[in-house]
């Protein structure tokens, strides 16, 4: 599994991200074709092997982390995940209560992931 300095050197990976996508729509694309009622119609998928990638925050685990995903028709693939600034963990967590789950990036954790991959 990468982290996030291999990445970083990783420009063709990165510029496969979707920076838009988050996991609700993700699993509506691919799981759901696009039924749930948050998918509109650019967002639905079209075809059982069209791929997504995008980042996300897990909290499973005794910290959270931010995971890199790709999507192709029912599989799912962690390539990269590792663990933000510590100020950052507790902002995030108190934001969402401290609960369990995977969730979108909030706008501070992208714009610092962005910086970090040398990403506009």
């Given at each position: 599994m990468?982290?996030l ?7 063709s ?12 729509v ?21 075809a ?26 029912f ?5 990269a995940?590792?663990?933000m600034p510590?100020d950052?963990e ?9 609960h ?6 909030d706008p501070?954790i ?6 970090q991959?040398?990403?506009?």
């Amino acid at each position: 599994m990468k982290r996030l300095d291999d990445l970083k050197k990783d420009i063709s990976l990165i510029n496969t991200v979707d920076w838009n996508l988050n996991p609700a729509v993700a699993v509506g694309r691919h799981l759901e074709w696009g039924a749930g009622w948050y998918c509109d119609d650019q967002q639905r998928g079209l075809a059982s092997d069209e791929v997504s990638t995008y980042f996300a925050v897990n909290t499973w685990g005794e910290h959270p982390v931010i995971v890199l995903i790709r999507r192709t028709g029912f599989d799912m693939e962690e390539i990269a995940s590792f663990r933000m600034p510590a100020d950052m963990e507790k902002a995030f967590m108190k934001s969402i209560g401290n609960h369990r789950g995977v969730y979108e990036l909030d706008p501070h954790i992208k714009r610092w992931l962005k910086g970090q991959l040398n990403v506009q």
